[in-house]
């Protein structure tokens, strides 16, 4: 085996172990970046140290929060309130609004199966109320697992009921979610280990301003909010990707496909069996539609706008399709904004 080492910065935090049960040591190192939410900004308040799967997820969060907040930064100005629930690596639920309980309520709504054991991120303070939510919303009587929250901040009250047996529940705080924007996003160079080296690239910056977007039909206020929140979590799931989303909520994520129709039907598969009603809501997709089998799944479950790119050789019979069945489609050069996060 060649072994080979590089700087990686100061030791953060110590895991138990890392991705699976044989791998250690493992830990969290800091680059001494000055980003307010750099992962070693976030102090645990409660519970056992995050675990490595943790932070892996609390990173992914962070990068679906902060292109929501970006995506409303640019295109509306104002920054809704934010909830997102990660698992394994993918955004489960997410919401947006001015109402804290009612975010938290549709975040967790949007795969209530898949949140179990996961990790919720939120943009406010979580008091006794949220807190309330986040343990019992359509619990029937019992009380939801969470491996983590992570909030600018929790009130005394809150922290105590969200304790777990086993401090199994970890509380972290940094009060910089509560001021995320455009200029939030992570604009680090982005590494990747490869065996024997590294691959380099610029971070994920890109934010479409649906003003100028070539747009073919129309669409209300609330359908474009919409469509920034499925672009946000799409763009930042593991591609292939299609996102569906309907009255501020994520209602179907389907993430890690190889084929773009199969990313369509997974997405309105798990809308489905987690009880959402698809007629109505948007879509997006992290690249082009090679075909018009994708649109068409869309169009049969009710999708009214979808947003995607274009560079198809078939683009004019995408088109063509989503004009015959009234879905609007939005569509961005496929080179200026594909959203292949964790491709």
């Given at each position: 085996?060649?072994n080979?080492?590089?700087?990686?910065?100061?030791?953060?935090?110590?895991?138990k172990?890392g991705e699976?049960?044989y791998?250690?040591?493992?830990?969290l190192?800091?680059?001494?970046?000055?980003?307010?939410l750099a992962?070693?900004?976030?102090?645990?308040?409660?519970?056992?140290?995050?675990?490595?799967?943790?932070l892996c997820?609390?990173?992914?969060l962070?990068?679906?929060?902060?292109?929501?907040?970006?995506?409303?930064?640019?295109?509306?100005?104002?920054?809704?309130?934010i909830?997102v629930?990660?698992?394994?690596?993918n955004?489960?639920g997410?919401a947006?609004?001015?109402?804290?309980?009612?975010?938290?309520?549709l975040?967790l709504e949007?795969?209530?199966?898949?949140v179990?054991?996961?990790?919720?991120?939120l943009s406010?303070?979580?008091?006794?109320?949220?807190?309330?939510?986040?343990m019992t919303?359509?619990?029937?009587?019992g009380?939801?697992?969470l491996?983590?929250i992570?909030?600018?901040?929790f009130?005394?009250?809150?922290?105590e009921m969200?304790k777990?047996?086993?401090?199994?529940?970890?509380?972290?705080i940094n009060?910089?979610l509560?001021?995320?924007?455009r200029?939030?996003?992570?604009?680090?160079?982005?590494?990747?280990?490869?065996?024997?080296g590294?691959?380099?690239?610029?971070?994920?910056?890109?934010?479409?301003?649906?003003?100028?977007?070539?747009?073919?039909?129309s669409?209300t206020p609330?359908?474009?909010?919409?469509?920034?929140?499925?672009?946000?979590?799409?763009?930042?799931?593991?591609?292939?990707?299609?996102?569906?989303?309907?009255?501020?909520m994520?209602?179907g994520?389907?993430?890690g496909?190889?084929?773009?129709?199969?990313?369509?039907r997974?997405?309105?598969?798990?809308?489905?069996?987690?009880?959402?009603?698809?007629?109505?809501?948007?879509a997006?997709?992290?690249?082009?539609?090679?075909?018009?089998?994708?649109?068409?799944?869309?169009a049969?479950?009710?999708?009214v706008?979808v947003?995607?790119?274009s560079?198809?050789v078939?683009?004019?019979?995408?088109?063509?399709?989503?004009?015959?069945?009234g879905?609007?489609l939005?569509?961005?050069?496929?080179a200026?904004g594909?959203?292949?996060?964790?491709?």
């Amino acid at each position: 085996m060649t072994n080979f080492s590089i700087n990686l910065g100061e030791p953060a935090l110590g895991c138990k172990y890392g991705e699976n049960g044989y791998q250690t040591p493992a830990a969290l190192y800091s680059g001494g970046s000055d980003d307010p939410l750099a992962l070693d900004r976030f102090q645990v308040i409660q519970g056992t140290a995050p675990s490595y799967n943790n932070l892996c997820d609390l990173d992914r969060l962070l990068q679906t929060a902060t292109h929501i907040a970006a995506g409303f930064n640019v295109n509306s100005g104002a920054v809704p309130l934010i909830v997102v629930a990660c698992k394994h690596g993918n955004p489960c639920g997410a919401a947006v609004g001015n109402d804290p309980l009612l975010a938290a309520r549709l975040a967790l709504e949007g795969d209530l199966r898949a949140v179990f054991g996961g990790l919720v991120l939120l943009s406010f303070p979580v008091d006794e109320e949220v807190a309330d939510i986040l343990m019992t919303h359509k619990m029937d009587g019992g009380r939801r697992l969470l491996d983590g929250i992570i909030a600018p901040g929790f009130s005394e009250d809150a922290m105590e009921m969200l304790k777990r047996k086993g401090n199994k529940c970890r509380l972290l705080i940094n009060p910089a979610l509560g001021r995320m924007d455009r200029g939030s996003l992570d604009g680090a160079q982005r590494i990747r280990y490869v065996r024997g080296g590294f691959l380099a690239q610029p971070n994920y910056t890109f934010v479409p301003n649906l003003d100028k977007v070539k747009r073919l039909g129309s669409a209300t206020p609330a359908q474009l909010d919409d469509m920034i929140l499925a672009w946000a979590i799409g763009s930042t799931s593991n591609s292939n990707t299609v996102t569906l989303v309907r009255g501020g909520m994520l209602i179907g994520n389907g993430v890690g496909q190889q084929d773009r129709v199969g990313g369509c039907r997974l997405a309105v598969l798990r809308a489905r069996d987690a009880g959402h009603n698809t007629a109505g809501a948007v879509a997006y997709s992290d690249s082009f539609f090679p075909f018009a089998d994708g649109p068409a799944e869309l169009a049969g479950a009710g999708v009214v706008a979808v947003l995607a790119t274009s560079g198809s050789v078939r683009d004019e019979e995408v088109k063509d399709y989503c004009r015959k069945h009234g879905m609007t489609l939005f569509l961005y050069p496929d080179a200026e904004g594909r959203g292949f996060f964790g491709h």
